[in-house]
T-cell receptor, first 117, second 111 residues
Framework: ETGVTQSPTHLIKTRGQQVTLRCSSQ?????VSWYQQALGQGPQFIFQ???????GRGNFPPRFSGLQFPNYSSELNVNALELDDSALYLC????????????????FGPGTRLTVT | SQQGEEDPQALSIQEGENATMNCSYK?????LQWYRQNSGRGLVHLIL?????REKHSGRLRVTLDTSKKSSSLLITASRAADTASYFC???????????FGTGTSLTVIP
């Protein structure tokens, strides 16, 4: 167990709806990264938060947004859900000394399986 | 790109045999990490090798890094059925800690 938790475990939504996924990072970690993993693919980087600010973003549209709270937990919000958003969503926490980011390992949560119908 | 690309895509071996998987990348790195994923669950960190290291061991794992060829390999010795999983490499940028994973190597160890 990594100490990173995600909720919910599974979620079913309808196209067009909005969803919020949650992540609690490992104690002492100040950086959270979110990834989307479609079936049979590797995780795709969505964005990273460091000390409550977005610190890098992958190739995802603005309807993917996030928040990081003072306790370093994080939310991923997806608006106007599309069928292709069906995937496993992973968060990973790590520790960084600056906005340049950590250079050590990331600790992944178990993921949230989102199904869009 | 910063993406790591694993090879082969799939590997099937008998229990007790060694498994070797490779990773290639295109940009300068600070470190390279290997992760394992079981059955669509979260990724588990296996080993980190820094850009100034050439080889690193951890239990039955051996990782090599050749920065001149921009490649790394992961060797799992004396494989077990429990090693069945997907394996991903993650090249770490000079700055930041944002990983761009490839599609991974799917390893099946047959008892």
């Amino acid at each position: 167990e990594t100490g990173v938790t995600q909720s919910p475990t599974h979620l079913i939504k309808t196209r067009g709806q909005q969803v919020t996924l949650r992540c609690s990072s490992q104690s002492g970690h100040n950086t959270v990264s979110w990834y989307q993993q479609a079936l049979g693919q590797g995780p795709q980087f969505i964005f990273q938060y460091y000390r409550e600010e977005e610190n890098g973003r992958g190739n995802f549209p603005p309807r993917f947004s996030g928040l990081q709270f003072p306790n370093y937990s994080s939310e991923l919000n997806v608006n106007a859900l599309e069928l292709d958003d069906s995937a496993l969503y992973l968060c990973a926490s790590s520790s960084a000394n600056s906005v340049a980011g950590a250079r050590g390992e990331q600790y992944f949560g178990p993921g949230t399986r989102l199904t869009v119908t | 790109s910063q993406q790591g690309e694993e090879d082969p895509q799939a590997l099937s071996i008998q229990e007790g045999e060694n498994a070797t998987m490779n990773c290639s990348y295109k940009t300068s790195i600070n470190n390279l990490q290997w992760y394992r994923q079981n059955s669509g669950r979260g990724l588990v960190h296996l080993i980190l090798i820094r850009s100034n290291e050439r080889e690193k061991h951890s239990g039955r794992l051996r990782v090599t890094l050749d920065t001149s060829k921009k490649s790394s390999s992961l060797l799992i010795t004396a494989s077990r059925a429990a090693d069945t999983a997907s394996y991903f490499c993650a090249p770490g940028k000079i700055t930041g800690n944002q990983f761009y994973f490839g599609t991974g190597t799917s390893l099946t160890v047959i008892p």
